[in-house]
C-alpha cells in the first residue's frame, strides 16, 4: 500500500544537527514531491518546505533558511530532512508528506500520506 | 502570507451529533483548500481536498464547502474516531499555510 515510514525518535544537543528520513513505498517515488511539517508539543502544524523527487528542486520557509536542507534519493525512494544549529524551540514532532512534483503554485490536492512522525528533542 | 482563521477553536458536541467547523482566509485562496483530521498522538490525514473533494478512503459523512475566502467542514452524524483535531491548510499561494486548529470534543 501507499505509505511512508519515517526513521526513530532522536534525542540531540543544542547547536548540533539532526537527520531524518521518509521511505516510501507503494508509488512511483520519482513522480512526486515531498514536504516536511512540524508540530512542536502542544502546539498547532508548521510547514516547514518542500523538495522534488522529480526534478530536486526545493523551496524552504524563510525562518528556517540556511537551517535546513531537504534532500531525496531515488535509489532508495527515501527523503530526507536535515536540521543544524538545532535549539530548545526545535524540539517537536517533524512529519514527511507526499506532495506535488512541481512548485508551481497554485496546488490542487492535499498532502496524502503522511509518515507516522519523528520525535526529535532538543536538550541539553 | 495567508493566514487562515479556524472557529470556533473548541467545538463540544455528542456523537451523533452535527459539526460545523469553519476556516477563513485573510485572501482570496479560489478552492485551493484541504482539511485534515488529527487524532490524539498521530500524523494529520487528508479528508478534503480543493474545497470539496473527498480524498481516498473518507466517509460520505464529511462534506466541504467554500471558495474565495470561507469555508466549512460538516461532519454529518459524530463518530467516536471524529472527536480529533481538524486543520484546514490553503494551498493557492506560497507558502501553504494552515490554520490554527479546531478541537472537536466530547461534550
Known amino acids: 500500500q501507499v505509505q511512508l515510514v519515517q526513521s526513530g525518535a532522536e534525542v540531540k544537543k543544542p547547536g548540533t544537527s539532526v537527520k531524518v528520513s521518509c521511505k516510501a513505498s507503494?508509488?512511483?517515488?520519482?513522480?512526486?514531491?515531498f514536504s516536511w511539517v512540524r508540530q512542536a508539543p502542544g502546539h498547532g502544524l508548521e510547514w516547514m518546505g518542500w523538495?522534488?523527487?522529480?526534478?530536486?528542486?526545493?523551496n524552504y520557509t524563510p525562518r528556517l533558511q540556511g537551517r535546513v536542507t531537504m534532500t531525496t534519493d531515488t535509489s532508495t525512494s527515501t527523503a530526507y530532512l536535515e536540521l543544524r544549529s538545532l535549539k530548545s524551540d526545535d524540539t517537536a514532532v517533524y512529519f514527511c508528506?507526499?506532495?506535488?512534483?512541481?512548485?508551481?503554485?497554485?496546488?490542487?490536492?492535499?498532502?496524502?500520506?503522511w509518515g507516522q512522525g519523528t520525535r526529535v528533542t532538543v536538550s541539553s | 502570507e495567508i493566514v487562515l482563521t479556524q472557529s470556533p477553536a473548541t467545538l463540544s458536541l455528542s456523537p451523533g451529533e452535527r459539526a460545523t467547523l469553519s476556516c477563513r482566509a485573510s485572501?482570496?485562496?479560489?478552492?485551493?483548500l484541504a482539511w485534515y483530521r488529527q487524532k490524539p498522538g498521530q500524523a494529520p490525514r487528508l479528508l478534503i481536498y480543493?474545497?470539496?473533494n473527498r480524498a481516498t478512503g473518507i466517509p460520505a459523512r464529511f462534506s466541504g464547502s467554500g471558495s474565495g475566502t470561507d469555508f466549512t467542514l460538516t461532519i454529518s452524524s459524530l463518530e467516536p474516531e471524529d472527536f480529533a483535531v481538524y486543520y484546514c491548510?490553503?494551498?493557492?499561494?506560497?507558502?501553504?499555510?494552515f490554520g490554527q486548529g479546531t478541537k472537536v470534543e466530547i461534550k
Open positions: 523538495v522534488s523527487a522529480y526534478n530536486g528542486n526545493t
Open positions: 507503494g508509488f512511483h517515488f520519482a513522480s512526486y514531491g
Open positions: 480543493d474545497a470539496s
Open positions: 485572501q482570496s485562496v479560489s478552492y485551493y
Open positions: 508528506a507526499r506532495d506535488a512534483p512541481r512548485d508551481q503554485w497554485p496546488i490542487r490536492g492535499g498532502f496524502d500520506p
Open positions: 491548510q490553503q494551498r493557492s499561494s506560497w507558502p501553504g499555510t
